[in-house]
């Protein structure tokens, strides 16, 4: 059952992520600007962030099964109605709603941490996160591939298709679990979470630690479709996806981050990512150089990078999960939005810097995000 949710958070997942690998594509078959068209990216970003304050505290009401099912469902729908969108308007607003629905991965995470043992919580948790980032470079790697072969289009209806079918499988085998909440009113669950936010400090650290990296994590993958298209190295779109597929050695280092922040706790994993992150943007940076130097800098930069901020998910949740059981989804809930709203924020920063600063502008807006990470995580040590 683990590894069946670890597929479905991949599938899911990966809806947000294709989009970075065609979005070149998507610039020259509506005939935009590509910084029009990585407002796709940024939509769903942000789509993905409102969806999970909106809808993650839901998990703390209602049956887990009926709810993940519907949610994949419209999120099915959705993918296709992007599919047909004749110009960039209603794409970007279509990015969004898929955004805003294929919340199932924040759903899934609390779920699966009230089913087991405290003490096995970081492997189960970095399990479902390697699902995750399966999903991530997979979506890149196939997007952009079918994006060169068959246009800006076909992923998208690969994507609505790959939804629909996990959400029958789930309808028939995902366990049926109480809510521990019950009843609570929806406007209530809502304000929980912002309430949490305001009251539990280690929640607070958390959702700063994560809104760093992540944003330097879309930052530079952002940054890199228009790196990789540009006249640095003339590649095509599918080169974005297949340097995602180079990192899926992150999805093994996730489930050991997790046996170590159960070891170590999350704290130790924390300082050793936020440094990572730091060395990435210093390997990063000799990307711009491009030929095959660049090109190997790349591959091991977003390697580093990916395993840092992946492992950092891990300790962050961990933390967060034994603050209050009955409360997971909505403590997930602000977790993950102040994630995505910094993860939305650094895609955003990158399409900004990237035109007046080049490749130089997206690396140094990485190490900025890491120092205050690590800025803040050393204060708190002392």
């Not at 924040?106 to 043992?117: D, H, R």
């Not at 096995?120 to 699902?131: E, F």
């Not at 330097?216 to 590649?235: D, E, N, S």
């Not at 990512?273 to 150089?289: D, E, H, N, T």
Request: overall charge positive; glycine content about 12%; some cysteine.
């Amino acid at each position: 059952m683990v590894l069946l949710l670890a597929v479905a958070c991949g599938v899911a997942v990966g809806n947000i992520y294709f989009p970075q690998a065609i979005s070149p594509l998507i610039a020259t078959g509506l005939r935009v600007p590509p910084d029009t068209a990585a407002l796709v990216v940024t939509a769903a970003q942000f789509g993905y962030a409102a969806g999970i304050l909106l809808l993650v505290p839901l998990g703390d009401r209602f049956r887990h099964r009926p709810l993940i099912v519907t949610l994949l469902g419209v999120t099915g729908v959705s993918l296709f109605a992007a599919s047909g969108a004749p110009g960039p308007a209603p794409l970007i607003a279509a990015s969004a709603l898929v955004g805003v629905v294929t919340v199932v991965a924040p759903l899934i995470a609390p779920m699966a941490a009230g089913l087991v043992s405290e003490d096995r919580r970081g492997a189960v948790t970095g399990t479902l996160l390697a699902g995750s980032i399966g999903g991530m470079l997979l979506s890149r790697a196939v997007g952009g591939a079918l994006g060169e072969w068959l246009g800006w289009r076909a992923p998208y209806l690969l994507a609505g298709a790959a939804s629909l079918l996990i959400a029958a499988i789930l309808a028939r085998t995902l366990p049926t679990t109480a809510p521990p909440a019950g009843r609570q009113p929806y406007p209530a669950l809502l304000a929980a979470s912002l309430r949490l936010l305001r009251t539990e400090p280690e929640l607070r650290r958390s959702c700063f630690y994560q809104a760093t990296v992540f944003g330097a994590f879309t930052a530079v993958w952002t940054g890199a479709a228009l790196l990789l298209t540009g006249p640095a190295y003339g590649l095509g779109a599918q080169a974005v996806g297949l340097l995602a597929l180079v990192n899926i050695a992150t999805m093994l280092a996730t489930p050991a981050a997790g046996r170590q922040v159960d070891r170590r706790g999350s704290d130790a994993v924390n300082l050793v990512c936020f440094l990572a992150v730091l060395v990435s943007a210093a390997v990063l940076a000799l990307g711009g150089r491009g030929g095959a130097v660049g090109l190997a800098a790349l591959v091991a930069g977003t390697l580093l990078l990916d395993v840092a901020m992946q492992s950092g998910m891990v300790a962050n949740q961990v933390r967060i999960w034994a603050l209050r059981p009955e409360a997971r989804s909505r403590l997930n809930t602000a977790y993950m939005v102040c994630a995505f709203l910094g993860g939305g924020l650094g895609s955003w920063a990158a399409t900004r810097a990237y035109p007046h600063l080049g490749w130089p502008g997206v690396t140094g807006l990485v190490a900025v995000l890491a120092t205050a990470g690590l800025a803040r995580h050393l204060l708190r040590e002392k």
